[in-house]
């Protein structure tokens, strides 16, 4: 399809591996997206496998893509990172210097919609050994203890992780917690929102909630897909470039 100039690109769970190389299908995806004039890119969180924001972990695939990234930036095209649940320590490092800003959770208005994007994991306010499990590992201790683990041994850290999960389909669950994707855009609704934008379950999904629509981002290291919203009129779509 045709895609218009000036448009607002949502994408989720690339997953770019750590290994070099692994990087090239983003980064020519970025060319084209910026052939079209983006008006901004959000990334709705877990660019990488995983992403330890330290210059220990910072591989050749990341260097790269966040060398496109400034580019990007610098040819005036707004890119906002979403923390995800495979992001750490994003705050404060070499990420910032690449991209336009860092956050939880973005608001944007377009046309008469008022959007949330925000990755979904933290959806179920219940789930409290998974949200103790995300404060244990992205707490400033934590980090600490990043930076002082020697340079080989977190390397070779981070090779076995990348090979683990380079085997994995990142499928994230079998059953996709349609209520509570629901009953957080009907709390959001009350907030103003018109739209919800997730990412994390790997779906392809629009749902109302209220007065609330949610869309669930596909992963887009599977189809290469982006959610596309009109700055004016606020009405969105799925979008392949």
């Known amino acids: ?8 690109f949502v994408i989720g769970d690339s997953h770019i591996g750590l290994t070099t190389g692994s990087e090239t299908r983003v980064n020519d995806w970025l060319g084209r997206l910026a052939a079209v004039r983006p008006k901004a890119l959000y990334l709705n969180g877990d660019l990488f496998h995983y992403l330890i924001a330290h210059p220990k972990f910072r591989t050749e695939s990341v260097e790269r893509v966040f060398k496109k990234f400034r580019e990007l930036v610098d ?5 906002h990172y979403v923390e995800g649940n495979r992001d750490f320590f994003l705050r404060g490092s070499f990420v910032e210097d690449s991209v336009s800003d860092v956050a939880t959770e973005y608001s ?20 409290w050994p998974y949200r103790f499990w995300r404060r244990a590992s992205k707490n400033p201790f934590m980090k600490l203890g990043v930076t002082m683990i020697p340079g080989p041994m ?3 850290f ?3 992780v990348e090979k683990k999960l380079a085997r994995s389909n990142f499928k994230h669950k079998t059953r996709l917690p349609i209520e509570l994707m629901e009953a957080f855009g009907r709390r959001k609704s009350s907030d103003g929102y018109t739209n919800v934008v997730f990412g994390h379950f790997h779906s392809k999904l629009v749902l109302n909630a209220g007065d609330a629509t949610i869309a669930v981002l596909p992963a887009w290291y599977e189809a290469g897909e982006a959610l596309m ?4 009129t606020g009405e969105f779509e799925y979008v392949k470039i």
């Open 1 to 8: 399809m045709s895609v218009p100039e000036g448009q607002i």
């Open 75 to 79: 040819q005036g095209i707004a890119i």
């Open 108 to 127: 944007l208005k377009a046309g008469s919609h008022k959007y949330l994007i925000v990755h979904g994991d933290m959806i179920n306010d219940r789930d």
């Open 154 to 156: 977190a390397r070779a």
């Open 158 to 160: 981070a090779d076995r």
């Open 229 to 232: 919203i009109s700055p004016e």
